[in-house]
């Protein structure tokens, strides 16, 4: 049997709708004003998004064929962890870091131009590669070009869930001494296709998410770039303790209404980690806004956990950044266990009563050695990050 | 290091050339309500899921499950453009489709399977990454994975570099120690290049280490085979136990 083994976060990188750096960022959540804005495309409905603030950088002109919004996104956040990655290549070498990227959308931003000048005209859009632009590996490949490293590097991809189970791949190559380090790149970019079909399934919002209230109006869609050095020593903020996954096993795109498979999730991430259900201090919720969402995962958390966990979720404030959130949210947990504070679950007054969650309403000053970080996809794909106190 | 692999069971269809037919693909591994509708990635997926899982003997309900493609469900994202396109509107049914664990998630469905599923992709290096994916899966912990690596045909409208023959692979694998029934083994995977060694059927697909690894099974043949390219090219060598 395997002792229990933890993995630090030496570095991270955050840039989603309230700003760039993880503290920054963690104090907008905590200030509780949603970064709301109207789509930087037009649709056939109305909307808002959690977008990007500012301009966004192109990529290098030798990367020129990987440049879309979402590499852009990503290039974004990984000035922040550039110096610990520099690092972490001189101790153990180029080769023995990995990449895993987990999107939902890959660079479809980029596809849907290239497809609509094809319609129009014919003729392939000058520049664009599926291979370099639409791919969901697109992006390792200009990582790992600009950091210098030659060790794994792949795409995880599961919808919502996706840099949840990038995060769990990564602890399994650190498990299995295949990596020396892991950088996790959780990240994905709007684009029409994801808004369109989200719209099609009758849940987006026309206002900032509001999940676990009576009121609640459904999602709404963000992007965001999480990046988090992974390794097996050295400091950092928190540490990744377990990623529990499991799969519900019941419709493609609602979970199984009693959040079976969520709580297997939760009870095989705590097994991991080796602790119980009592020594959880916080809940960073999958939180979507739906009314689905909302039933199965209370019902979820009751299964495994006491009722007076502290829950709120985050995406009323960066909207549902989709492939991005697992990454995006365990970050977010892991600020709360480092600075000892829960964000606040924004809009979920008037509460709902039938799901019973201690849900947190306002920044709460606590001490947090242990949370957790759910996320829960199309696919039945369920995900649960354990975030403790180094 | 990198573990050793015991393959339990294989499954393979398509990876002909572009003008061959599919043979008529086998679906039973899914319930028939879940048939409707289903992208040509996902119908091979799951024919060769099936004859792998037959081969190992193994339930379907006991497996870890990757998925690994370059392109997973393209046809599905090329039909929602064309929605918006041509119709200003997107279809939800086809939207749940288009992700890419769409495989894994009708088959944990379907076989009521509740272990971990994962979907990867990794250019070229699909076949590379995937076995690694696998490798540490069995590492930590899983007893069974099953490893499908499928690819369609790329919509034309998309790309005219990346007409993919169709095709799909897949292998029951287990860790080699305390398995004695193998079919073969596949060992030291590591970076670097192969030269000399097991023939590759399709060069320039992203999946055409997995034809040559079918081949190199079905025609137990030994060797080292080069299961990814670009920068930073892969390889495995490959084993067959003695005969009897």
């Given amino acids: ?390 | 290091m990198i573990p050793s692999l015991t393959i339990l069971g294989m499954g393979s269809v398509g990876g002909l050339p572009h003008e061959a037919a599919l043979p008529k693909l086998d679906l039973s591994l899914l319930e028939r309500t879940l048939r409707r509708g289903l992208s040509e990635v996902t119908r091979l997926f799951m024919h060769a899921a099936q004859a792998a899982l037959t081969d190992a003997r193994t339930d379907a309900a006991a497996v870890h499950v990757i998925f690994a493609s370059a392109y997973g469900e393209i046809a599905t994202a090329e039909a929602l453009l064309a929605e918006a396109y041509d119709a200003d509107g997107s279809s939800p049914a086809r939207f749940r489709h288009s992700v890419h664990n769409t495989t894994t998630g009708l088959l944990s469905i379907s076989a009521q399977n509740h272990l971990p599923c994962t979907a990867i992709a990794a250019g070229s290096n699909t076949v590379a990454m995937a076995l690694l994916e696998a490798a540490a899966q069995l590492a930590t912990g899983a007893e069974r994975v099953l490893l499908v690596l499928a690819e369609e045909r790329v919509p034309a409208a998309l790309s005219e570099d990346d007409p993919h023959e169709p095709l799909a692979v897949a292998l029951v694998l287990g860790l080699t120690s305390g398995v004695r029934c193998t079919r073969a083994r596949l060992s030291n995977l590591r970076q670097g290049t192969c030269t000399g060694g097991l023939p590759l059927p399709l060069p320039f697909h992203p999946l055409g280490p997995a034809v040559g690894l079918v081949e190199a099974l079905t025609q137990h043949r030994s060797g080292t085979l080069s299961v990814g390219d670009g920068e930073n090219p892969w390889c495995v060598d490959v084993h067959h136990p003695e005969p009897p």
């Fill in chain 1, 1 to 390: 049997m395997r002792g229990v083994e933890r993995h630090v976060i030496t570095a991270m990188g955050v840039s989603c709708a309230l700003g760039d750096g993880g503290d920054a960022v963690f104090d907008r959540l905590l200030a509780g004003e949603p970064a709301t804005a109207t789509p930087p495309f037009s649709l056939p409905f109305a909307t808002v998004v959690g977008c990007l603030p500012g301009p966004l950088d192109a990529l290098p002109t030798a990367l020129h064929a990987y440049d879309t919004r979402l590499s852009r996104i990503a290039f974004r956040a990984l000035s922040q962890v550039t110096a610990a990655v520099a690092r972490a290549r001189a101790r153990f070498g180029r080769e023995r870091i990995g990449i895993v990227i987990g999107t939902s959308t890959g660079g479809l931003d980029a596809t849907e131009p290239a497809y609509r000048h094809y319609r129009a005209s014919g003729q392939h859009l000058p520049g664009f590669s599926l291979r370099r632009a639409h791919a969901f590996d697109a992006l390792g490949v200009a990582l790992r070009e600009t950091l210098g490293l030659s060790g794994p590097c792949y795409a995880v991809s599961t919808a919502c869930t996706s840099s949840a189970k990038a995060i769990a791949s990564a602890r399994r190559l650190l498990r299995a001494n295949l990596c020396d380090a892991v950088l996790v790149v959780g990240v994905d970019a709007l684009c029409e296709t994801t808004l369109r079909g989200f719209h099609a399934l009758g849940v987006l919002s026309t206002q900032a998410a509001r999940p676990f209230s009576s009121t609640r109006n459904g999602i709404h869609i963000g992007e965001a770039a999480a990046l988090m050095l992974l390794e097996r020593d050295g400091d950092g903020p928190a540490n990744v303790a377990a990623v529990g996954e499991s799969s519900d096993a019941h419709t493609m795109s609602a979970p199984q209404p009693e959040g079976r498979g969520a709580a297997e999730a939760i009870r095989r991430a705590l097994a991991e980690a080796g602790l119980h259900p009592e020594q959880v201090d916080y809940v960073n919720a999958h939180g979507t806004g739906t009314l689905q969402n909302d039933l199965a995962e209370s019902r979820a958390l009751h299964l495994v956990l006491p009722a007076d966990v502290p829950v709120s979720s985050t995406k009323g404030m960066t909207g549902h950044t989709l492939g991005a959130c697992g990454t995006l949210e365990a970050l977010f947990a892991a600020l709360a266990v480092a600075r000892g504070v829960l964000p606040p679950s924004v809009g979920a007054q008037p509460l709902d009563p039938q799901l019973a969650l201690t849900v947190v309403l306002a920044p709460q000053q606590r001490p947090v050695h242990v949370a957790l970080s759910n996320a829960l996809a199309f696919g039945g794909s369920n995900t649960c990050v354990v975030v403790t106190a180094p």
